[in-house]
């Protein structure tokens, strides 16, 4: 659940940013556990990291006075980390941060995802249009500047329009007379603030991607899982204007010379070594007061995987008859299998972990500090009393926005109707709704929608209370008896929608006369049940909804500040809120379950040995088939064995996908890119014996570039210790 006190104000940077929550808890912090700030270094950790084997000061990683770290890592697109490996611009990430990029340069003559792609000249290198990667320069804490003037009387819609003002000053003046952006950041629910000041390019120009065989290799497969054997990486390169400067594309431009770029270490891993990540985590919330993760466990993400689990059955029963289908789906699929994936491994890590006991205790010794003095039970009694009875007054709203999300809104035919809809309201011209019409039709299989939408219907039937079911569900049980593949099937021949011609002759009449085409438009089956559902939400459930959120953010910031006098002699991380953060743990295998030891790395040979299995996902590309059989690794093998995969303790999220992944002085040794299903609970809690990320070998990177793609000359430009 994202709490409003969480959402970000922000000036000249467009990006989509996730939650913030600053939070606490007492439990004590484990040395694999934290998203730490890198400016807070040396008052809060540096001491333990160095302890742990790092060899770097804390202006070394952060400074404001010296090239550091800090310095060559980006924001990569609009969710991504990116790091730069070379005096040149070069820059490494993720394959699947680069796959839109990649994919608009694709055709049937060029197909990049397929067969990869290298630029063997910097003359060779594409131009990404609305492509840009981010540099942060300095953060400040500007908690003084924000709250000065703030009484605990002032009402909360007072609050937050003094502390918008406030942030929009504060920004304005830092972006004054520059090119720089900045971003504001509550901490601790609005007790402390950071702005965050940036610098952004614009000219990012593609120069290699392995081809999807290797980049996605286990695709669907593999996803969250160990071992693994993706060469998930792809590069680029930002180009500056003559000063060194950002600037639009330009073919004059120069390759930027970055302040700082990473050296790689090409040496290996083994285990134990100390590892950090330093990237721009996405959310996670470590610290949910009890009742919000039982209903996680019990209620949401089972109600969610449920329902993903029908739509995955429908669709893929429908794949499986026609190869049409399944290539109009499968970008589909997989896009609702990741999360139904990974819901289902945060139940079992978070089950394992007895989660919601974990935090009761947590809570009962908040309590017993509470009672133990006069003057915090005045300031503090009433916060869990408060948090017991608002979840609960939560609980049928909360479900009402989960169907709608995972139910409602997920019936395709349903998104296009409101989307047509929207575009003609707004005027556009009918060329546009025809290309619109033609984009969705183009991935658009009937049957099943149908099915789904009858699926999808029905269950929200079955789990909501008839105070939130709209009226038309009465027509369902009369008119059908409560049937909802009959009432489907009936939906799916009367709506324009679902009939090309139809909606072909309604562009038509719009051209002619739109108010007309407006009208008939809107006694269209599909929208007049979809406009039940929103009006029902509209009137009947958001306004309570919206209203229980906001006392529970007001309620979890006085909870914050009271744990913060309660747990004033110790370390407190943040979470994440896709701001720069560094995390250190150490190269480490794991046990998923009783009987089963995982190693810490994977080699070429675990890509051969999928590849005889014969599924799609673990085909393998001929070339490198051909250089494992003839042991040609060069230099970046190891005793007769090439390297693909480490996993190591580090807390990662969503956004560290193409983080780097350093050793002890700072050295590139890896890329970030996803976590082991075991451990995906680990945005909500943090288990040291099962949580890991999963890195791509820099070796690996190194070896594809060089002897798999013959691009050895990327290879020449990068600083590389062995």
């Known amino acids: 659940m994202m709490r409003k006190s969480q959402k970000v104000i922000k000036r000249g940077f467009i990006l989509t940013m996730v939650a913030l929550l600053m939070s606490v808890g007492n439990i004590g912090v484990r040395a694999e556990e934290g998203m730490w700030i890198p400016m807070l270094l040396e008052k809060y950790n540096i001491g333990a990291m160095q302890e742990a084997g790092l060899r770097l000061s804390?202006?070394?990683?952060?400074?404001?006075?010296?090239?550091?770290?800090?310095?060559?890592?980006?924001?990569?697109?609009?969710?991504?980390?990116?790091?730069?490996?070379?005096?040149?611009?070069?820059?490494?990430?993720?394959?699947?941060?680069?796959?839109?990029?990649?994919?608009?340069?694709?055709?049937?003559?060029?197909?990049?995802?397929?067969?990869?792609?290298?630029?063997?000249?910097?003359?060779?290198?594409?131009?990404?249009?609305?492509?840009?990667?981010?540099?942060?320069?300095?953060?400040?804490?500007?908690?003084?500047?924000?709250?000065?003037?703030?009484?605990?009387?002032?009402?909360?819609?007072?609050?937050?329009?003094?502390?918008?003002?406030?942030?929009?000053?504060?920004?304005?003046?830092?972006?004054?007379?520059?090119?720089?952006?900045?971003?504001?950041?509550?901490?601790?629910?609005?007790?402390?603030?950071?702005?965050?000041?940036?610098?952004?390019?614009?000219?990012?120009?593609?120069?290699?991607?392995?081809?999807?065989?290797?980049?996605?290799?286990?695709?669907?497969?593999?996803?969250?899982?160990?071992?693994?054997?993706?060469?998930?990486?792809?590069?680029?390169?930002?180009?500056?204007d003559e000063e060194n400067m950002p600037a639009a594309y330009d073919p004059s431009n120069k390759p930027y010379k970055p302040r700082k770029h990473l050296e790689i270490a090409a040496g290996g891993v083994k285990q134990g070594d100390f590892t950090m990540v330093m990237g721009y985590p996405g959310s996670t919330t470590q610290y949910l007061y009890s009742a919000e993760v039982r209903?996680?466990?019990?209620?949401?993400?089972?109600?969610?995987?449920?329902?993903?689990?029908?739509?995955?059955?429908?669709?893929?029963?429908?794949?499986?008859?026609?190869d049409v289908v399944r290539i109009q789906y499968a970008s589909k699929f997989r896009g609702v299998s990741n999360a139904w994936k990974k819901w289902q491994g945060i139940i079992l890590g978070l089950t394992r972990n007895c989660a919601v006991e974990v935090k009761l205790e947590e809570e009962q010794k908040f309590r017993a500090w509470v009672e133990a003095d006069g003057e915090r039970q005045l300031k503090y009694d009433g916060i869990l009393p408060k948090f017991e009875s608002l979840y609960k007054e939560l609980e049928n709203y909360e479900t009402a926005v989960d169907m709608m999300n995972e139910a409602i809104m997920t019936v395709e035919l349903s998104r296009q109707a409101s989307r047509i809809s929207r575009m003609m309201s707004q005027g556009v011209e009918p060329e546009q709704l025809e290309s619109q019409m033609a984009r969705f039709n183009k991935n658009y299989h009937s049957p099943i929608d149908q099915e789904i939408f009858a699926a999808m219907m029905k269950a929200y039937f079955t789990e909501m209370p008839s105070s939130f079911a709209p009226a038309f569900y009465s027509e369902v049980v009369e008119k059908y008896q409560g049937d909802f593949s009959k009432f489907a099937e009936a939906v799916y021949k009367k709506t324009l929608f679902n009939n090309e011609e139809k909606l072909a002759k309604l562009f038509a009449s719009y051209s002619k006369d739109s108010q007309k085409a407006i009208k008939k438009m809107e006694k269209d089956p599909i929208l007049i049940y979809l406009n039940q559902f929103m009006e029902l939400y509209r009137v009947g459930i958001n306004p309570e909804y919206e209203r229980i959120e906001d006392e529970l953010d007001r309620n979890y910031k006085t909870y914050m500040a009271a744990l913060l006098e309660m747990e004033n002699d110790r370390v407190l991380y943040p979470d994440a809120n896709f701001t720069m953060r560094l995390t250190y743990g150490k190269v480490d295998g794991y046990q998923p379950k009783d009987g089963v030891r995982y190693q810490h790395y994977t080699t070429l040979s675990g890509i051969m040995d999928k590849g005889t299995e014969g599924k799609?996902?673990?085909?393998?590309?001929?070339?490198?088939?051909?250089?494992?059989?003839?042991?040609?690794?060069?230099?970046?093998?190891?005793?007769?064995?090439?390297?693909?995969?480490?996993?190591?303790?580090?807390?990662?999220?969503?956004?560290?996908?193409?983080?780097p992944v350093l050793d002890a002085d700072g050295r590139l040794i890896g890329i970030n890119f996803d976590r082991n299903w075991e451990g995906t609970m680990s945005d909500v809690y943090y288990d040291p014996a099962l949580c890991r990320n999963i890195t791509v070998d820099i070796r690996y990177v190194l070896f594809i570039i060089d002897k798999f793609a013959g691009a050895g000359y990327l290879v020449d430009e990068m600083d590389i210790v062995w």
Not at 296 to 308: A, F, G, K, Q, V
């Open 616 to 659: 799609e996902d673990y085909a393998v590309p001929e070339k490198l088939r051909e250089l494992y059989e003839s042991k040609d690794y060069g230099k970046y093998g190891v005793d007769g064995t090439m390297p693909v995969f480490f996993i190591a303790s580090n807390h990662t999220s969503g956004g560290n996908s193409g983080s």
């Open 295 to 322: 209903s996680m466990l019990e209620t949401s993400l089972p109600l969610s995987i449920d329902l993903r689990t029908t739509r995955l059955d429908i669709m893929d029963k429908y794949m499986k008859q026609s």
């Open 58 to 240: 804390a202006e070394d990683i952060y400074s404001i006075n010296q090239d550091c770290l800090k310095d060559a890592l980006v924001i990569f697109g609009r969710g991504c980390t990116g790091e730069m490996i070379s005096d040149d611009g070069l820059l490494l990430t993720n394959h699947h941060c680069g796959y839109g990029t990649i994919q608009s340069h694709s055709s049937v003559e060029n197909d990049y995802l397929t067969k990869g792609f290298w630029a063997m000249s910097r003359e060779e290198e594409l131009p990404n249009e609305g492509l840009t990667v981010t540099y942060l320069r300095y953060i400040q804490d500007v908690t003084q500047q924000i709250t000065e003037g703030i009484t605990r009387e002032l009402d909360p819609m007072e609050y937050d329009r003094y502390v918008g003002m406030k942030m929009g000053e504060v920004m304005d003046e830092a972006t004054k007379g520059n090119h720089l952006d900045a971003q504001i950041r509550p901490f601790y629910y609005g007790n402390a603030y950071y702005i965050f000041v940036y610098e952004t390019f614009k000219d990012v120009r593609l120069v290699g991607a392995p081809p999807e065989s290797i980049g996605n290799f286990g695709a669907d497969q593999d996803n969250w899982m160990w071992p693994r054997h993706t060469g998930d990486f792809s590069m680029f390169r930002v180009y500056a």
